[in-house]
């Protein structure tokens, strides 16, 4: 290999910035060294000049082969800059004292060598012990500088010497400066290059990951949207109690595969850092009501039971972001849940007063039992594998990014058997009107639940509600109280009723009977008048005293309190399967059903049918839900622009719903069809007059 061709590898551009550095003053060095050797022979100096470069070079060749044999550069620079600028410089103001004109020159090259090889730290205290040494040596060399010029015979010709020396050692210094600040720039530029790449490339993998995580998502609901509403409508047929079971776990399994589903959406949410927090208003009780729903079942499955508390005195309406209110709290559960092996997780929610119009929002997760792994462990061999500490290895991260957007911290507390998080955001809110009026009211309730603690979390419930209510501790008492006439409402265990059914069935007319449980079926029997599944919570509780409409509670024949047997209702949906489940839900309310397969279609058969309300999907081909609604206000026909029109699309990442009201959508429903949102969209936007309540609904209409 030439000269050339290993100059050309060893200084290769491509190599990493720190080594391609060093090479560049290993080369630069020498040829220094070189160059000025070359000069003191040529003036035929003293033979201390030469022999202290020829050093010089010998140290450089020595730091050159240390760094090719091993991969210490740092600890190499700071040797080579030890030796050749506080021990180097020292010798050569012994022996060569005349050099003191152009030592500044060579002091300011030691200056740049420093700076180029260390970094931050390192190179601040080396400058400053440079500078500590040179100025000693420079000392030094004005005491004995007179001394050596007045042995100069010549004086003219010393002064052309000395001006040379200068002139050459500027010449060589700036050049050597000059080609270091020229390769750290390249190095700059190539770094600044490929930092650029690497984000845009990051950027790309984002957006791709982005749209895959929004496709996986609209794909899974399409058919979990069907899925989930045909197993509702199972559960109202009149089948026997095997084929309901196998609905009710159907329909549980297709709920956790949602709130998975849900979570991956949620990387796709906090990519952004700049990631703005909506201030809208929202009602705390439907956030509160979904995520217990959702999380609830995978806590079933996991064999871990969770206990809700929730203080009724919290404003109903919040100002603040619905959506990272809701993800924080079902993501601290769902962590919570995937660490702890065995036992049970306790979740409180309550307020604490700040300024007017604004509450902080406390959340409180107590997890008691045994657990997977401990936080304090797992930091610490963090800590000592990786050189820093892991904070975040101590909370749920999720959750700890969320309370961060919103202004809001979370702690955690580990100790034996246990582990408590706590959470605090600040809300503003609309009004004091609470969740939950704790007013007396009328009603008094008997229970009679499984376990100590269960019964202690309902009794905890309705003492917070102000409720009167007794406790059954065994079976004989629960026979005693249960055919007292003063409780409106008597609630027993599902573990417990199959023991008692016999006994109860001489004591009690039927429908007279709520079942608790957590997995819970539509019991084919005439004691039950209700199922009502855990976790018990006061907002569950109300809506089961007040006949109000909530997942957790199946009333017998019950089949959402109104209907609309007048109003004409549109479906527009690219899926058969998604258009038959829409339309099945629409049955249950009386509602005539007119269906589109398309935009196109939907277009076609509003010039000829009048309608009161339209569902439109989003996601369909030739024509999307935005451009179909677009088309529909266009049409020239009379009261079609006042028509009511939903989103109804399984796209559910974030924005999504503000999207669609910038779109002009009334409102929008995610797929799978939730029956309560479904109802209340329904409710909420059809003409009064085409709604018919029952009896005792009637004094809901306005809800």
């Known amino acids: 290999m030439s000269a050339k061709q290993w100059l050309g590898k060893y200084l290769d551009t491509k190599l990493p910035a720190d080594r391609l550095l060093f090479h560049v003053a290993m080369v630069l060095s020498m040829l220094e060294c070189f160059a000025l050797l070359l000069f003191t022979v040529f003036l035929r100096m003293d033979i201390h000049v030469p022999a202290l470069l020829m050093l010089g070079m010998a140290l450089t060749a020595a730091a050159a082969y240390a760094e090719n044999r091993g991969d210490q550069i740092r600890i190499i620079s700071m040797g080579y800059l030890f030796l050749m600028h506080m021990v180097l410089i020292p010798v050569v103001s012994g022996y060569v004292p005349y050099a003191i004109y152009d030592f500044p020159v060579y002091f300011l090259t030691g200056i740049a060598f420093t700076v180029i090889l260390l970094r931050k730290k390192r190179a601040f205290f080396f400058v400053a012990a440079e500078m500590a040494v040179d100025f000693v040596c420079i000392y030094h060399m004005v005491i004995q500088e007179p001394h050596t010029a007045a042995v100069h015979e010549g004086i003219t010709q010393y002064n052309l010497i000395l001006f040379g020396r200068i002139i050459v050692a500027l010449f060589v210094t700036g050049t050597v400066c000059g080609l270091l600040i020229s390769y750290r720039n390249v190095v700059l530029r190539r770094e600044i290059e490929k930092s650029a790449e690497m984000e845009r490339r990051a950027e790309q993998l984002s957006y791709a990951r982005n749209m895959f995580l929004v496709n996986v998502s609209h794909e899974i609901r399409t058919p979990l949207n069907a899925i989930l509403g045909i197993t509702e409508l199972l559960f109202d047929l009149d089948a026997d109690d095997r084929l309901k079971e196998n609905a009710f ?29 909506t201030d809208r208003p929202y009602s705390l009780g439907d956030i509160c009501n979904e995520m217990i729903n959702v999380v609830s079942v995978r806590f079933a499955d996991h064999k871990t039971e969770l206990f809700v508390g929730i203080e009724p005195d919290i404003p109903a ?4 972001d619905a959506a990272l209110v809701r993800q924080m709290l079902l993501n601290l559960l769902t962590g919570v849940m995937k660490s702890i092996e065995s036992g049970e997780v306790y979740l409180k929610l309550w307020k604490t007063s700040r300024e007017k119009g604004k509450v ?8 008691e039992g045994e657990f997977l792994y401990s936080y304090k462990e797992r930091a610490f061999h963090g800590e000592k594998e990786q050189g820093e500490c892991r904070c975040e290895e101590g909370i749920v991260s999720l959750p700890v990014r969320l309370a961060g957007l919103m202004g809001g911290t979370v702690s955690m507390e580990e100790e034996t058997a246990c582990r408590t998080y706590r959470v605090t955001v600040p809300q503003g809110y609309l009004s004091q009107e609470p969740l939950i009026r704790p007013e007396k009211r009328k009603e008094c309730i008997l229970f009679y639940e499984n376990t100590i603690i269960q019964g202690r979390v309902f009794a905890d419930t309705l003492r917070s509600m102000k409720l009167d209510f007794c406790q059954a501790a065994t079976n004989d008492f629960f026979y005693e109280e249960c055919v007292k006439s003063c409780y409106t409402h008597i609630l027993i265990a599902a573990e417990r009723y199959d023991g008692v059914r016999h006994r109860m069935e001489e004591l009690l007319a039927p429908q007279s009977v709520i079942l608790i449980g957590t997995n819970i079926l539509s019991y084919d029997d005439t004691l039950i008048r209700t199922t009502f599944a855990r976790p018990v919570n006061c907002l569950n509780m109300d ?9 957790t509670i199946r009333h017998v024949g019950y089949r959402g309190g109104f209907t609309c047997p007048g109003a004409r209702v549109m479906v527009v949906d690219d899926n058969m399967i998604n258009l038959e489940v829409a339309t099945s839900i629409l049955n249950r309310y009386q509602a005539q059903v007119l269906v589109a397969a398309s935009g196109r279609e939907c277009l076609s058969m509003l010039r000829q049918e009048k309608v009161d309300f339209i569902f439109l999907d989003y996601m369909m081909p030739e024509m999307d839900g935005i451009d179909t609604l677009k088309k529909i206000r266009e049409l020239a026909v009379p009261g079609l622009k006042e028509v009511p029109v939903v989103a109804l699309t399984a796209n559910a990442v974030s924005g ?21 949102k479904f109802e209340k969209v329904l409710r909420s936007y059809l003409p009064k007059h085409l709604i018919a309540y029952a009896p005792h609904k009637a004094d809901q209409a306005e809800m």
């Not at 809506?543 to 997942?551: E, M, P, R, T, V």
């Open 656 to 676: 999504a719903r503000e999207m669609f009201m910038n779109a002009g959508f009334d409102e929008y429903i995610s797929k799978p069809i939730e029956l309560d």
């Open 543 to 551: 809506a089961l005293l007040g006949s109000k409409q909530n997942s």
């Open 249 to 277: 776990h159907l329909s549980n399994s297709s709920k956790a595969l949602l709130s998975i589903t849900n979570e991956l959406m949620d990387f796709s949410k906090l990519d952004n850092n700049d990631m703005t927090v």
């Open 317 to 320: 309406q919040l100002r603040g």
């Open 360 to 367: 902080d929002l406390a959340a409180e997760v107590r997890a």
